[in-house]
């Protein structure tokens, strides 16, 4: 807790200092009667401060709610109706956080939130470089980019070569040499005196002395800042109009005050959280019911709306700022410094207050920012800067509309693009394509899922596989069921529908299994049922095996088999050879025996295969690191093993390699007899089987070997 105030207290400060002339500005642009606006919009702040889990600051509106207060007191044409708006908002943004209507901040772009804060960074830099060399004619805090005393952000820019103050460029220029190389003195160590705070009261200084040494430069009374004399409680009070609770236009301005306020409280509460360093996460839900709290509040005793504010949030974070403490005390600064403190406040320069917020502009808007988003590509640079100008150019609410809706333009055609996972596989002789159907399917996906579709050639195969869909839009189950019932009928195309929810009142249809039968059989040859195997071992070693559809397939090989291959493999439980060639139920006869030898009993089995059933590929598979190998190497004895080992030993004797140690502990010696033990289990094949010997000499079938790597996956074939 003590190492909380230590950071919160100093931050706090500078925070204040900042915001004392943004609420001034607030104040007087919106014509509300200047104490009680202030005092009780500072009220509501405390109120949110305290309830809300953020530590972004909060005391009077931003700018694009700045200008709603100014052209709805100007609407209902009393302030004390327009408090009661504001009461009615309040109420309005609690029933919003009840309700749990926060969510919305979720689904705000990270492109848009940090082109949002760049953009702020820009305007700041841009509305108070006219303060920092003395021309402060234009309120604090109008931040839109046409102003309301006729200029603009530019036209303000040209009109300081016409007016400007010695006295501010000295203090500004000096400022900002101070917050650029303070980190590099050892006053960076000192938490609770921060360079912005410095920054002011060397303000007050310097100023002090060109009023007593050099007079002609002194800074004059409009360039301080201003707060009035405090006249006592009664002053600040004003109390809202309930007779127009009737009023439409009344209900329209609460509306009007929720929504925008709203809205902007979350889009900076978002961009809070993205340059916090710790990266934590407030409920916006709580974050809506305390500023709804804080508005009826604040309107209950003539004050006007209150909302996040992403300057002085930006300033709090870089001060060193680390829980909703800052925020309190902020508002506790705030409100004694105006009762207590106004004459010594009064004198702080517009230019010392200008330079903290270029420099924090400059924090905001960085060059590495920039090349940051436009690292990560189009999609996310061109939203990014499109708010930043729309922002720029025109207001907060309305920029971040504009970026929304770029990046909504990129997200449409991201999902048409790629909203599935399409692949083709060739399973025996025929090429399947296969449609996945990812988590979530909306409407958005639906133009493209019936391109993909409509697209397919006559006489395919196809798998719409929803297994792992939870959710998909009925106008997408509308587009499948049409392919379903019309375009495959009329196209001759094979159709299987698999994994879709009960829910979807649209069944599971199988129209085909990938299993082989006698025909497929027939017309494959050993060199393309080779070349199967080949192709599977390399999905396997990808990682991209295909869907089996095993369920499936149980029933569809429950009439017969049709297996195009026998594989001899070792017992090793890391072998298993449907999966390093990724086939399904009916493919191979698979032979399994420790270190892939051969017997009578095996051999009688691959007679049958390749005479009554039709197999064309006979496939001797040994793998590296192979027990049986390395045991047969230590001549191990040990019961029936000791007959079975035996039968190795021909392959460590054809192995002549000059090797220092010949046994199971060199794994180089080891994997090389077994690649001999599977050209020996070969040989034997053909000397001890006179029926498939000749089938292999008329070129009905093939007898090849293979080596498994237990390490890669990857199986190497001898022919």
Known sequence: MFSTVKNDLPASIVVFLVALPLCLGVALASG????????????????????SQSHASVSGPAAGLAAVVLSSITQLGRFDTFLLAVVIAGAIQLIAGIAKSGFIANYIPSNVIKGLLAAIGIILILKQIPHAVGFDRDTEDDFTFFQKDGENTFSELLNIFNFFSWGAIIISAISLLVLIYWDKTPMKKVKIFPASLFVVILGVVINAVFQNIFPGIAIATEHLVN?????????????PNFGSIGNVQVWFVAFTIAIIASLETLLNLEAVENIDPRKRQASPNRELIAQGIGNMLSGMVGGIPVTSVIVRSSVNINAGAESKLSTILHGVFLLCSIVVLSPIINLIPLASLASILIFTGYKLAKVSLFKEMYSKGQDQFIPFIATILAIVFTDLLLGVLIGLAISIFYILKSNFLNPFVLQKETMHEDETMRLELPNQVSFLNKASIKDTLWSVPQNSKVIIDATYSDFIDSDVLEIINNFKTTVSKEKN????????????????????????DKAGQQKLTADIILNILKSGNER????????????????????????FAIVLSCIDSRTTTEHIFDLGLGDIFSVRIAGNILNEDILGSMEFGVHEIGVKL????GHTKCGAIIGACNHVELGNLTALLEKVKPAIQNEKTVIEYRNGSNSVFVDKVAEQNVFCTIERIRQESTLICELEKVGKIKIVGGLYDVETGKVNFYE
């Open 493 to 516: 195309i094979k159709l299987n529908i698999v994994g879709l929810k009960e829910i979807y009142k649209l069944d599971d249809h199988i129209q085909f299994v990938n299993v082989l």
């Open 618 to 621: 006979i496939v001797v598979l």
């Open 227 to 239: 707060i009035p004399k405090f006249e006592g409680i009664n002053s600040m009070i004003t109390l």
């Open 540 to 563: 396997f070693v990808s990682g991209n095996s295909s869907e089996k559809y095993l369920k499936h397939q149980v029933n569809a090989t429950s009439f017969g088999q049709n297996p």
């Open 32 to 51: 509300a009667p200047l104490l009680s606006g202030i005092i009780a919009g500072i009220i509501g702040g405390l109120v949110v401060g305290a309830m």
